[in-house]
């Protein structure tokens, strides 16, 4: 159900691009303003924002021409304002998207926001600390795992959500599904290597980050989120999967509309700030966003966020962040060009290779259209 990030190298996404003759696509898209509606996003043009009409159109020709299977939405925003939004495969703006593991670096968000009112002390707490509940469990050198380590994923927890598919029994995030207490379950695995020390892609750790938050805030973590996160953000529908033993799943699963998950991408462009309102420090973000863990070559780990460089054509690299799901959930700031990228998908679990789809448009077509 959950994604583990398709290690991309920087090479592999240059060099698997196929540039195809424009004479082999129907060109049936004709390119529309977005609707403004009252939903807190600002609307305007590709060409009022310096964005080549014809390149993006193309692009979507693509879509329907079947070239790019399986996209459901792509929403383009340039300095604040909605320049390309289109849905395809019978969605629309009002359809709910499950955005997979895009929930972690709302998990991200809403660990910020508890530092910044002071729930949670530092990152560098002890998770030990907020998980008072959990005495019973055997802390023996787990005691030295902090919030910074499940930011990272680098607990040194062992953990396989990478070797076997999920649903399979040696899948770790199936076992924790399954498990009659989804925290203990991920506190119990053994410590195998020294925390920070090496990546680990583990969706328990996010889990458990989410439990610590909802320990340390005097209300349910849903009512934390549309308080301080969802509603200010004019996100007014989302849907969040709680397990039967009550936990929250933090890790995956939230599902919400495209135009809310480029708010929550505006939202990280600007720093933390939303129409003149601070919703998470600057500090926050600006930690967020730094590479502090590689888990492969040219591609780096924040807190919850990937990192990775894009390639132009005039060689020139493009640095750039991104919330990412399984399926072709993808959330892309990409800072230089004051701009965010929404793609949404129903890639199938044994279609790995179409994951590739979101990075090849952006690197294909939206970043060439705005050189």
């Keep these: 159900m959950f994604m583990r990030k398709p290690y991309f190298s920087l090479a592999f996404i240059f060099l698997s691009i196929t540039f195809c003759s424009r004479d082999n696509i129907n060109r049936e898209y004709i390119y529309t303003e977005p609707q403004q509606i009252n939903d807190g996003l600002e609307v305007s043009t590709l060409d009022s924002a310096g964005i080549d009409k014809e390149l993006i159109s193309y692009m979507a020709d693509n879509i329907k021409s079947f070239r790019y299977v399986a996209i459901h939405s792509v929403l383009i925003l340039r300095n604040n304002k909605l320049v390309f939004e289109e849905y395809f495969n019978g969605y629309n703006k009002n359809s709910f998207n499950n955005v997979y593991s895009v929930t972690k670096s709302f998990c991200s968000a809403l660990t910020g926001i508890a530092i910044d009112k002071q729930y949670i002390k530092s990152v560098n707490d002890p998770?030990?600390?907020?998980?008072?509940?959990?005495?019973?469990?055997?802390?023996?050198?787990?005691?030295?795992?902090?919030?910074?380590?499940?930011?990272?994923?680098?607990?040194?927890?062992?953990?396989?959500?990478?070797?076997?598919?999920?649903?399979?029994?040696?899948?770790?995030?199936?076992?924790?599904?399954?498990?009659?207490?989804?925290?203990?379950?991920?506190?119990?695995?053994?410590?195998?290597?020294?925390?920070?020390?090496?990546?680990?892609?583990?969706?328990?750790?996010?889990?458990?980050?989410?439990?610590?938050?909802?320990?340390?805030?005097?209300?349910?973590?849903?009512?934390?989120?549309?308080?301080?996160?969802?509603?200010?953000?004019?996100?007014?529908?989302?849907?969040?999967?709680?397990?039967?033993?009550?936990?929250?799943?933090?890790?995956?699963?939230?599902?919400?509309?495209?135009?809310?998950?480029?708010?929550?991408?505006?939202?990280?462009?600007?720093?933390?700030?939303?129409?003149?309102?601070?919703?998470?420090?600057?500090?926050?973000?600006?930690?967020?966003?730094?590479?502090?863990?590689?888990?492969?070559?040219?591609?780096?780990?924040?807190?919850?966020?990937?990192?990775?460089?894009?390639?132009?054509?005039?060689?020139?690299?493009?640095?750039?962040?991104?919330?990412?799901?399984?399926?072709?959930q993808i959330i892309f700031i990409l800072p230089t060009y004051n701009m965010v990228v929404v793609f949404t998908s129903g890639i199938d679990w044994y279609e790995e290779k179409r994951l590739y789809q979101p990075f090849e448009m952006l690197q294909q077509f939206i970043l060439p259209a705005i050189e």
């Excluded at 980050?209 to 953000?233: C, H, Q, V, W």
């Excluded at 967020?288 to 780990?301: F, G, L, R």
């Design 127 to 328: 998770i030990k600390t907020y998980l008072t509940d959990y005495n019973d469990v055997d802390w023996t050198k787990k005691d030295k795992i902090t919030l910074y380590h499940l930011l990272t994923m680098s607990s040194g927890l062992e953990w396989d959500e990478d070797t076997a598919p999920y649903g399979t029994a040696a899948n770790s995030h199936t076992k924790m599904s399954q498990s009659s207490e989804q925290v203990r379950y991920v506190l119990q695995r053994p410590l195998i290597s020294e925390p920070g020390s090496r990546f680990t892609y583990n969706s328990g750790g996010v889990v458990v980050l989410g439990k610590i938050i909802s320990n340390s805030i005097d209300m349910e973590l849903d009512t934390f989120a549309t308080r301080y996160l969802f509603k200010p953000l004019g996100i007014n529908e989302h849907k969040w999967y709680i397990y039967p033993s009550g936990i929250y799943l933090t890790s995956g699963d939230l599902q919400l509309k495209s135009r809310d998950m480029a708010k929550f991408g505006l939202l990280y462009l600007n720093h933390g700030n939303w129409k003149g309102k601070q919703l998470i420090s600057e500090d926050w973000i600006a930690q967020s966003t730094k590479n502090h863990i590689s888990p492969s070559y040219e591609t780096y780990y924040g807190y919850l966020f990937w990192k990775q460089p894009f390639l132009l054509l005039n060689g020139q690299r493009i640095e750039a962040y991104a919330a990412e799901g399984f399926g072709g």
